[in-house]
């Protein structure tokens, strides 16, 4: 079993544990993702998110940067287990030479804080995904849930759908300057207005690195069967977030622990609507609180059982856990720049 995530936010908790005197790093920590527990559960793979609250901070970009240079110092003292990727290539030969890939991306493009510039260097320090938002509008679009608004007295804010605020004229340059360049789109967090306005605006797959199916779980997180169909058509993924509550809705003022069932729901539903060829695994390990069945990622091969056992086969499951999401950066990434040029 050779395990490809979509996205886990290690790197920015490690990095804030580490501004507060923490000791701890990639090889080993408390959290749901370390070097041991990516090899205990098959990593291939591992995307790293530089994720920067835009509500909790008064430099985003300073931010983002020390962060590229905490995951490099953090690469480099683990350079016999883990490696950089760029592209399909290079995650082929980090395999052959028995190390996990690491693919950085951001989370969170308000970080560029419109700037083009900006968005270009963060490619030539080997971004190569990035979502467009989280959780507040910044100069690119707007998001699915916005952090204060929507949680301000409204139980249900996370039940109503954006279909009027998508991409601003700001954020059409970005898309179309992330196409050219080779930086995966990544829609998820974004509006369903800035959904459709993605689909419309460029040619290539994009992603949705960590959504669920909205018809299972309601939140504005996830994406409906008609996002899941046209993600499909255009060649993109989705990876199962193991988030609880996008997994299944919780009572009010009831902690949801999640579960492996629900999991199942969303894989067979997603596959029903899109095919088997548009999902992938986006665990949103270190950036959720935790899923009752799934500790860690060291627990991987504990789902890959429960989905065997609900009636998935061996070349369905190859394609969840890895093959789907390589041949996805095979036909968006392209061959490895060095990694401090930018393509013209």
Same mark, same amino acid.
């Given at each position: 079993?050779?395990?490809?995530?979509?996205?886990?936010?290690?790197?920015?908790?490690?990095?804030?544990?580490?501004?507060?005197?923490?000791?701890? =790093?990639?090889?080993?920590?408390?959290?749901?993702?370390?070097?041991?527990?990516?090899?205990?559960?098959?990593?291939?793979?591992?995307?790293? @998110?530089?994720?920067?609250?835009?509500?909790?901070?008064?430099?985003? *970009?300073?931010?983002?940067?020390?962060?590229?240079?905490?995951?490099?110092? %953090?690469?480099?003292?683990?350079?016999?287990?883990?490696?950089?990727?760029?592209?399909?290539?290079?995650?082929?030969?980090?395999?052959?030479?028995?190390?996990?890939?690491?693919?950085?991306?951001?989370?969170?493009?308000?970080?560029?804080?419109?700037?083009?510039?900006?968005? #270009?260097?963060?490619?030539?320090?080997?971004? &190569?995904?990035?979502?467009?938002? *989280?959780?507040?509008?910044?100069?690119? =679009?707007?998001?699915?849930?916005?952090?204060?608004?929507? #949680?301000?007295?409204?139980?249900?804010?996370?039940?109503?759908?954006?279909?009027?605020?998508?991409?601003? %004229? #700001?954020?059409?340059?970005?898309?179309?300057?992330?196409?050219?360049?080779?930086?995966?789109?990544?829609?998820?967090?974004?509006?369903?207005?800035?959904?459709?306005?993605?689909? &419309?605006?460029?040619?290539?797959?994009? @992603?949705?690195?960590?959504?669920?199916? #909205?018809?299972?779980? +309601?939140?504005?997180?996830?994406?409906?069967?008609?996002?899941?169909?046209?993600?499909?058509? &255009?060649? =993109?993924?989705?990876?199962?977030?193991?988030? +609880?509550?996008?997994?299944? %809705? =919780?009572?009010?003022?009831?902690?949801?622990?999640?579960?492996?069932? @629900?999991?199942?729901?969303?894989?067979?539903?997603?596959?029903?609507?899109?095919?088997?060829?548009?999902? !992938?695994?986006?665990?949103?390990?270190? !950036?959720?609180?935790?899923?009752?069945?799934?500790?860690?990622?060291?627990?991987?091969?504990?789902? *890959?059982?429960?989905?065997?056992?609900?009636?998935?086969?061996?070349?369905?499951?190859?394609?969840?856990?890895?093959?789907?999401?390589?041949?996805?950066?095979?036909?968006?990434? +392209?061959?490895?720049?060095?990694?401090?040029?930018?393509?013209?």
């Amino acid at each position: 079993m050779k395990v490809v995530d979509m996205h886990c936010d290690t790197i920015s908790e490690l990095y804030k544990k580490r501004k507060q005197g923490s000791k701890e =790093g990639l090889l080993a920590n408390g959290g749901h993702v370390d070097l041991g527990k990516l090899k205990a559960g098959g990593s291939w793979v591992q995307n790293f @998110a530089l994720y920067v609250n835009l509500g909790e901070t008064d430099s985003p *970009w300073e931010d983002v940067l020390g962060m590229a240079d905490f995951y490099e110092e %953090e690469l480099k003292k683990n350079e016999e287990a883990v490696a950089p990727a760029y592209c399909y290539e290079d995650m082929e030969k980090n395999d052959k030479d028995g190390k996990i890939s690491a693919l950085l991306t951001v989370e969170e493009g308000g970080v560029c804080e419109g700037s083009l510039a900006r968005l #270009r260097h963060l490619y030539s320090r080997g971004v &190569r995904m990035m979502t467009l938002t *989280w959780n507040y509008p910044n100069e690119i =679009g707007y998001p699915a849930i916005h952090a204060q608004k929507d #949680r301000a007295g409204d139980m249900f804010f996370y039940k109503r759908a954006d279909r009027e605020h998508g991409l601003t %004229e #700001r954020g059409k340059e970005f898309v179309a300057e992330m196409e050219r360049m080779g930086m995966i789109i990544d829609v998820s967090h974004l509006s369903d207005a800035g959904f459709y306005d993605v689909l &419309r605006l460029t040619k290539k797959p994009f @992603a949705a690195s960590h959504s669920n199916a #909205r018809a299972i779980s +309601p939140w504005v997180r996830n994406l409906t069967d008609d996002m899941i169909k046209k993600l499909a058509e &255009r060649g =993109g993924v989705m990876g199962l977030n193991f988030c +609880p509550d996008f997994l299944e %809705e =919780g009572l009010p003022g009831e902690k949801n622990p999640g579960s492996i069932a @629900a999991i199942v729901r969303h894989a067979k539903h997603i596959i029903n609507v899109g095919g088997a060829e548009c999902i !992938g695994l986006g665990s949103d390990f270190d !950036g959720i609180e935790g899923h009752g069945e799934l500790p860690d990622f060291s627990y991987m091969p504990k789902l *890959w059982d429960a989905l065997q056992k609900s009636g998935f086969g061996e070349g369905e499951l190859e394609k969840i856990f890895s093959k789907n999401v390589l041949r996805f950066y095979k036909e968006t990434l +392209p061959g490895k720049p060095l990694q401090n040029q930018i393509p013209r």
